[in-house]
């Protein structure tokens, strides 16, 4: 904010034009300088840059700008009465402000920028030729000149722009800060990224300082002798680990509910979602409000083709669900026994390392179109909204994975029974996963892997483009060419998108994905390698200053998206957590079975009532742990009291003013039937 109180506009949105000859080009009609015009006739602030290859047009937006497009979005904020409303203009200081000082959160400045860049529309009655570099292109009337434009591929791209300063002061204060590694800015977090961003970082900070307990307890398991009371030692630190998992994510959903209500977030209003009506969105209903025009009041009618329209949409889901658990039975399960077989059964060190050198890439592709078919099943999925769509692609690529990193250990614990074989398998595993530069620890190596990627992407279209222009023409000039703005850099760099489908979900997701399948490994075979937290405790040290440099230097500024918790990952992380219930028990029932009889005797009997127990607590201890703090609850409910004591208030007044203006009504009616009369 400036000295008198005024937001400062800044830069955020660029846009990517090709470069043209303007000497061949009418600057009336040229659609790039309509454009510009359009833009600035919206009240955006309007920078261009020419660039080696392309032509760069830097927007930004008074907050005035902002605030009548978030009233024309109808963007509902939280107020000072303690009420979520549509944001008006006119009233704009009854509208709370961020952590901040500014008004609009980054995703509802990016929901307005795209509403006004998005709403260049030939409001005339007639088309209106243009041209680009010779060629002719009509605007409709009535259509997105922005739509049209990059349908032509004129505009090749539209994207968030990094601010520098507070870029930077992130990097400082975040990313390159080594002291006190798990304490992070989250509300600088949230105002620069959104708070789907926060949410996964302050998960992450929790999860790293949470898994210190587990980690500390395994060592001790597997370093200190407990001669006669080693077997006594794994049932307790099973159900110790399972306490853990249970206690940290009730606490998770508190900490996740704090966080909210500090950022001034409503969880049941979020920018992506809108009023529901029987648990559908408006925006879900579009199709069935049709049958409502054509049906008319028939309620009988009205009421079948709803009932038809809701279970189709359930069938669907059922049958997409079936296709991709069918796939997953019929075709991975048999192609990841094999490759555990084989691996078995050949003794050549040489060979195993070409058979999984085969299978790293077999795996990959066949995941690869997994992925896409599930994207495809669920664009003809009836859903609720786009997140929960998001939600349905990440239970099915997840179950892809799940049977792609487990299969093969559940495998060769069934074959060998051997806690020494499963144990070595186990290192392995967290060997080639977590270990690079510690121990070499993969995760380190992937962390490195996916920052140095996009970097190198990004060094090689540099070198590129000077080449080019080195060669196009500049005489002979044998000078430096360098950039002429860093919205060019900027415009170089990677995406910040996830493997599968962009449009449901971003980066996150591989992220997400990272998280669980470790937390799947570690938990899900404790008993075997209790050790392992420790591989995880590490590995998420560097992933979180990891995560952090991908997303200020190596990527582009990632387009916000709305979400107010960790979604289906939750569900999923408790999955896993059930699972290592069963998985651990079995495993300590051949532990203690070794010679394979299975008969119950008192130790193996009471490993079955542990598993029971423990599976009682898992459901039940949830309730005993409340998701939302006290602090929480009581501002809820005095925003709530004093809500209903403004909202009752207006209505006196309504009611009162209506009742004055009806009796004077009545009044003048009466004398002028009175007139009539005379």
Known sequence: MNADGAEQVFFEIGVVVPKRNHEHENEIYDCVEVLVDEFMKMGLKVERIHGLTEEFIKLGAPVEVLGRAAANLQIVKPTSIGMDLQFEWENVDAFLRQPDGSLFSWCERFQCYYHLIYGTINRSKSDINLTFDGKEIQWEAGKSLLHKLESEGIVKQVFPLHDEKKRKNLLRSWALKLKDCTNQPIDDIYSYFGVKIAVYFTFLGMYTRWITFPAAFGLIVDWVNFGSLQLLVLPIFLVSIVLWAVMFFQFWKRKNAALLARLQINSSVSTSQESRVLGMEWSALHSSIGLTKNLGTDKAKLKEAFQRYEWFGYLMRFRNDTIVILSIICLQLPFELCYAHLYAVIKSHIVRFGLTAIYISLIQYFTKIGGKISARLIKYEISESQEYRADSLVYKVFGLYFMQTYIGVFYHALVHRDFLTLRLLLIQRMIISQVKLFLKVRKVFENLAENSLPFLKYSYKKFKAVRNEEQCGKGGSTGKVKFSSRVEKEYLKSTYSASICKELEDGLFDDFLELAL?????????????????????????????????????????????????????????????????????????????????????????????????????????????????????????????????????????????????????????????????
């Open 518 to 678: 470790q937390f799947g490994m570690i938990m899900m075979f404790a008993c075997a390698f209790p050790s392992a937290f420790v591989f995880s405790a590490m590995g998420n040290l560097v992933e979180m200053r990891a995560d952090a440099l991908k997303l200020l230097v190596m990527f582009k500024r990632p387009v916000p998206r709305a979400a107010t918790t960790i979604g289906a990952w939750l569900n999923i992380f408790q999955f896993l957590i059930m699972m290592s219930i069963c998985t651990n028990s079995a495993l300590l029932v051949w532990l203690y079975d070794q010679e394979g009889k299975w008969k119950i005797e008192p130790g193996l009997a009471a490993i079955l009532i542990m598993e029971h127990v423990l599976l009682l607590i898992k459901f039940g201890f949830s309730h005993l742990v409340p998701e939302e703090p006290a602090w929480v609850r009581a501002n809820r409910m005095k925003n709530v009291t004093q809500a209903q004591y403004m909202c009752s208030r207006q209505l006196f007044r309504s009611i009162s003013g209506g009742e004055k203006a009806f009796a004077e009504w009545n009044a003048e009616r009466s004398l002028h039937e009175s007139k009539k009369t005379d």
